[in-house]
């Protein structure tokens, strides 16, 4: 049985005193929880302050995003050594916004990935296909694509590392909602695309979070599905009381 995680994406929210505030309030709600893997990933201005707050809790902290390259003149990014340094366990890797916005493609995520590996992180590598791509059918092969990509050239001891987010694009501020059994199905065939690339037992090591408009009124459901083992939240863990809801879905 795989313990479950729940980690909260705070984009780019929250001065330093705001995530303060909010990390402070997190441990006290979320300090008897053990049987989730808590995990708060707030902007990188914040993480020298907010590490202060959650050391000795069981709350982990988590970069939004790194580098690819562990220093240099690279005027403006981070390294995953950064992040490692100020007391990060966990880097979002490819996120649905950086892919969008920054244009991030399948062999940057590749890069970012093995780099945070090599820097002793977790990375939390997200795949997921656009509502075109949803629309045109091919998901499917969009999201085979992002996983084979970003695993590519990695160990069997290095993809038992990587934590895996399905986020379907199509269902974040569309309108349209994904069900338990949309992301069910997809958490599936990621599975089965790991099963391919590496064996069965592999494929049902690595946990695969499901990230697409995750509330307190739909985490029940969404993680009574087999294949899903966790969520990674967006706007919900911005509010204590919402993310506390969703990391004791079980209570």
């Not at 997200?126 to 059918?137: A, T």
Request: glycine letters at 8%; a negative charge; proline letters at 4%.
């Amino acid at each position: 049985m795989k313990k479950p995680i729940i980690a909260g994406n705070w984009k780019m929210y929250n001065t330093i005193s705001q995530s303060c505030d909010l990390a402070s309030q997190l441990v006290e709600s979320l300090s008897l929880v053990k049987d989730v893997e808590v995990i708060i990933c707030p902007p990188f201005t914040s993480l020298s302050e907010v590490t202060k707050i959650i050391k000795n809790t069981n709350i982990r902290l988590g970069a939004q995003n790194i580098y690819f390259e562990k220093e240099g003149a690279y005027t403006g990014e981070i390294s995953p050594l950064m992040v490692k340094d100020v007391g990060c366990d966990y880097a979002i890797v490819g996120h649905s916004e950086r892919r969008k916005y920054i244009n991030e493609d399948n062999p940057l995520v590749n890069l970012k990935v093995r780099t945070t590996l090599e820097a002793g992180l977790y990375p939390i590598m997200c795949v997921g296909e656009s509502l075109e791509e949803r629309e045109k059918g091919v998901h499917e092969e969009i999201v085979y694509i992002h996983v084979t990509g970003g695993l590519l050239g990695l160990s069997e001891e290095e993809v038992k590392k990587v934590i895996i987010a399905y986020e379907p694009v199509w269902a974040i501020g569309t309108g349209k909602t994904a069900t338990p059994l949309d992301a069910q199905s997809m958490h599936k065939f990621i599975r089965n695309t790991l099963s391919k690339m590496y064996n069965e037992d592999i494929a049902n090591s690595v946990r695969i979070l499901y990230g697409g408009s995750v509330k307190p009124e739909n985490i029940k459901s969404l993680m009574a599905e087999s294949e899903i083992d966790g969520a990674l939240v967006g706007g919900a863990s911005l509010t204590a009381s919402s993310f506390e809801r969703i990391v004791k879905f079980m209570e």
